[in-house]
């Protein structure tokens, strides 16, 4: 049970161009999320799921798109990479249950991408 | 969400108990309290959470005060690899609840 993985672990990219970072959860999770933390701040929430075949805005996402087209694996794709969006970014999955249940998210451990 | 304060940081000797403080005065009463934390570098590890009563895990315990104002997470027996950053966080329980991370408290255990 590998849990919530990401790919690539690094990137480095050049201005204008484009990429796709992938999670893929054998957990079985409804939710999944994607965020981005810069250095010294908190995790900001991009785009996330509540199943297979939907997606929904979270709080910063302009510049990214997302595609949940099988419910293991968010993809989080990047058109035209601008500096601004250098960050490490963390997927997570959560299932759904009664109560408090759904925000026990699992987190990948991150993808650090550098525009250059 | 509720909103919630946090310390920035805090000290502990290792093997000691740490006891990480959380304000979260505005919540309302269907809305837990999770502890997450982050480890450098690494993605962030749930912990515990609670809606009133006080709770415990094999990774720490919950606290809540009986108003459900503040809570305290107890990390009963600190250790160097505890050296990590710990989130609380109240969010709106509805669909696809988003946490809302803070700048949480950076808990450095010493030797």
């Known amino acids: 049970n590998a849990g919530v993985t990401q790919t690539p672990k690094f990137r480095v990219l050049k201005t204008g161009q484009s990429m796709t970072l992938l999670c893929a959860q054998d957990m079985n999770h409804e939710y999944m999320y994607w965020y981005r933390q810069d250095p010294g701040m908190g995790l900001r929430l991009i785009h996330y799921?509540?199943?297979?075949?939907?997606?929904a805005k979270g709080e910063v996402p302009d510049g990214y798109n997302v595609s949940r087209l099988k419910k293991q694996n968010f993809l989080l794709g990047l058109e035209s990479a601008a500096p601004s969006q250098t960050s490490v970014y963390f997927c997570a999955s959560s299932f759904i249950a009664q109560g408090a249940g759904i925000n026990t998210q699992y987190f990948g451990p991150g993808t650090r991408l550098t525009v250059l | 969400d509720a909103k919630t304060t946090q310390p920035p940081s805090m000290d502990c000797a290792e093997g000691r108990a740490a006891n990480l403080p959380c304000n979260h005065s505005t919540i309302s009463g269907n809305e837990y309290v999770y502890w997450y934390r982050q480890i450098h570098s690494q993605g962030p590890q749930y912990i515990i959470h609670?809606?009133?009563n006080n709770e415990t895990n094999e990774m720490a315990s919950l606290i809540i005060t009986e108003d459900r104002k503040s809570s305290t997470l107890i990390l009963p027996h600190a250790t160097l690899r505890d050296t990590a950053v710990y989130y609380c966080?109240?969010?709106?329980?509805?669909?696809?609840?988003?946490?809302?991370f803070g700048t949480g408290t950076r808990l450095q255990v010493t030797l």
């Open positions: 609670g809606l009133k």
């Open positions: 799921s509540v199943g297979e075949g939907t997606t």
């Open positions: 966080i109240a969010p709106n329980t509805g669909t696809a609840s988003k946490l809302t």
